[in-house]
């Protein structure tokens, strides 16, 4: 099929070139010149394992092409719009403007029977106050809401485990439906679930699926807070509920919560359009979920002033991870950074380390120092701070390692990935979250 693309960030970047990977012609559009001309390339403009292998492999079947100019759509009859919402700067609600402008650069080269797939993530309504504009050139909006995880977002994409479409009624609906499910051939074939839903239900489905994905870390976070004045393992603790199969083991991971440009925005915007619909009420919970990530950063902060004898000031603090979480380089809403930005508030001589995110750390934070190999920033570190679990700040590092490079012994698990048994044994103070 002939497909476009519109927006091609994390979303329409990995969209566009596992579409092409399955036998489609694809065009990406962006208004980024420069991410233009690096994906024409064949490079991924940020961080994603596998993503280069798809980009070029498009890029030598001729199946994949990205442009500035929206007139290359012309001859596509899909249409995937895949651009950013993010949190508007001075409200919990997302930014629409990309939506808004991608929709309206769009119009001009619709055809009657074209189909519009929406896969940004928008607040309830989005699509139908839009679908007027769209079906005034005989083409068809529909809600297509996408589940990738950074970090696994071309497996997520080729082999997600559910498709869902929201599809207005009548004959452009079924229609539309039909074309997706020719675009998702491979995945439907393999026996994917298909679910077929009004356009409304389609937009909840993304955001109460990324709700309650915040809802089950910070409930996690929040027994992590009693676990702290208990004397409790909060580990053990989401180990032993994740063994009743109806909580389960996924998203039971206490630390300093959760970040990236996905969970909290998203929870925000759902917020505030509860609150545009008179139903405020019914997700206040979802600020509490914020709050209590939101503490967690702080209980961080104050584990390395603890260890430190009660100050950090014009102390060595190495901080392992600025990614938002390990496999990317994204440092939106980051944890990590904002625990190493508020122990450099506080006075410490902060260093951060992070094997891919340290040239985005770096453009946003330019105030802290940034050293590349692990080993070199620990050096006369007089404390670590875990923030991001990469492996070879976890696994690949032995205490005794740590040990011969500085003098320090405090060690703050962020996100409770270290052995806390062979630390201590290796002289050490660990502090770990909603642990003892
Ligand atoms: C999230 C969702 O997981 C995807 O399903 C969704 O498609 C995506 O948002 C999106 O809306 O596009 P992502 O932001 O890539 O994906 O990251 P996650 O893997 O969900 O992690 C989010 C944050 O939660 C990270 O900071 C991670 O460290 C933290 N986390 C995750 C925990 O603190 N504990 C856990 O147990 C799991």
Redesign the pocket.
Same mark, same amino acid.
């Given at each position: 099929m002939k497909i476009s693309v519109i927006g091609c960030g994390y979303l329409g970047a990995v969209h566009a070139a596992a579409m092409a990977s399955i036998g489609h012609d694809v065009v990406g559009v962006d208004v980024d010149q420069r991410k233009v001309a690096t994906l024409s390339q064949g490079h991924a403009p940020f961080f994603e394992p596998g993503l280069e292998d798809l980009l070029r492999a498009g890029r030598e079947s001729g199946r994949l092409s990205f442009t500035t100019d929206m007139a290359e759509v012309v001859n596509a009859s899909v249409h995937f719009i895949a651009v950013g919402t993010p949190q508007q700067r001075d409200s919990y609600a997302a930014d629409l403007t990309f939506v808004d402008a991608a929709i309206d650069a769009l119009l001009p080269f619709l055809k009657e029977g074209d189909i519009v797939a929406g896969k940004s993530?928008v607040p309830v309504g989005t699509a139908t106050r839009l679908s007027g504009q769209v079906e005034s050139t005989g083409a068809t909006l529909v809600w297509n809401p996408? /589940? +990738?995880?950074? =970090?696994w977002a071309v497996k997520d994409t080729l082999e997600p485990d559910r498709l869902v479409v929201g599809v207005p009624d009548g004959a452009g609906g079924e229609r539309a439906e039909r074309a997706l499910r020719e675009v998702y051939g491979p995945a439907v074939k393999s026996g994917t679930p298909f679910l077929v839903t009004d356009l409304a239900t389609a937009e909840l489905v993304k955001v109460s699926?990324?709700a309650f994905?915040a809802t089950k870390?910070s409930f996690i976070n929040a027994m992590a807070e009693i676990a702290e004045v208990t004397g409790a393992d909060v580990s053990k603790l989401a180990e032993a509920i994740g063994y009743d199969e109806r909580i389960g083991r996924q /998203? +039971?991971?206490a =630390?300093i919560?959760?970040?990236?440009?996905?969970?909290p925005k998203?929870i925000r915007a759902f917020s505030a359009r509860a609150e545009e619909l008179g139903r405020g009420e019914s997700v206040a919970f979802l600020r509490q979920v914020d709050e209590i990530n939101l503490r967690r950063r702080d209980r961080a902060v104050q584990l390395v002033v603890d260890g430190l004898g009660g100050s950090v000031f014009e102390k060595n603090v190495t901080v392992l991870g600025a990614a938002?979480?390990p496999h990317s380089d994204d440092i939106r809403d980051s944890?990590a950074l904002d625990v190493a930005v508020r122990l450099h508030g506080l006075g410490a001589n902060v260093t951060v380390t992070d094997p891919a995110a340290i040239e985005n750390a770096r453009r946003i934070h330019p105030q802290l120092t940034y050293v590349e190999g692990r080993d070199e920033a620990i050096r006369d570190a007089d404390a670590l701070v875990l923030v991001t679990e990469w492996d070879e700040y976890r696994r690949q590092l032995p205490p005794e390692h740590a040990s011969s490079l500085t003098d320090g012994r405090v060690v703050v698990d962020g996100r409770n990935g270290l052995d806390a048994a062979a630390w201590r044994a290796a002289g050490w103070s660990y502090y770990g979250m909603g642990r003892p």
């Open positions: 993530t996408e /589940f +990738l995880r950074e =970090g699926a990324n994905l870390i /998203f +039971l991971k =630390g919560g959760f970040g990236g440009g996905c969970l998203d938002f979480k944890p």
